[in-house]
Nanobody, 122 residues
Framework: QVRLVESGGGLVQAGGSLRLSCAAS????????IGWYRQAPGNQRELVAT???????NYADSVKGRFTISRDNAKNTGYLQMNSLKPEDTAVYYC????????????????WGQGTQVTVSS
């Protein structure tokens, strides 16, 4: 079994910063893609940023230049540094990871974290 635990959300004023963490634990051989998604009330879940196992990144246009995704492969942990936050960034942020399991078949599965609330006040 694999578990993803997010942390780092909270309440911040517009222009402020937060750093989200996503720690994967369990029977993990390797973590491939890590992604951050967000869902605001009444909206669909949307992609924020992704990072591959070798560090290639991709960002939604709405966060380019403000958010930075990174990872620590030794810790099986992903991060999302969010700067210059805006009220429209308010949402529940979810971590997603493609994990290669430490089993004979080397099964690859997709996992989601429980979400962490980010609220940006104006």
């Amino acid at each position: 079994q694999v578990r993803l635990v997010e942390s780092g959300g909270g309440l911040v004023q517009a222009g402020g910063s937060l750093r989200l963490s996503c720690a994967a634990s369990g029977s993990i051989l390797r973590v491939n893609m890590i992604g951050w998604y967000r869902q605001a009330p009444g909206n669909q879940r949307e992609l924020v940023a992704t990072i591959t196992g070798d560090g290639n990144t991709n960002y939604a246009d709405s966060v380019k230049g403000r958010f930075t995704i990174s990872r620590d492969n030794a810790k099986n942990t992903g991060y999302l540094q969010m700067n210059s936050l805006k009220p429209e960034d308010t949402a529940v942020y979810y971590c997603n990871a493609e994990v290669v399991l430490r089993n004979v078949a080397r099964t690859t599965r997709d996992y989601w974290g429980q979400g962490t609330q980010v609220t940006v006040s104006s």
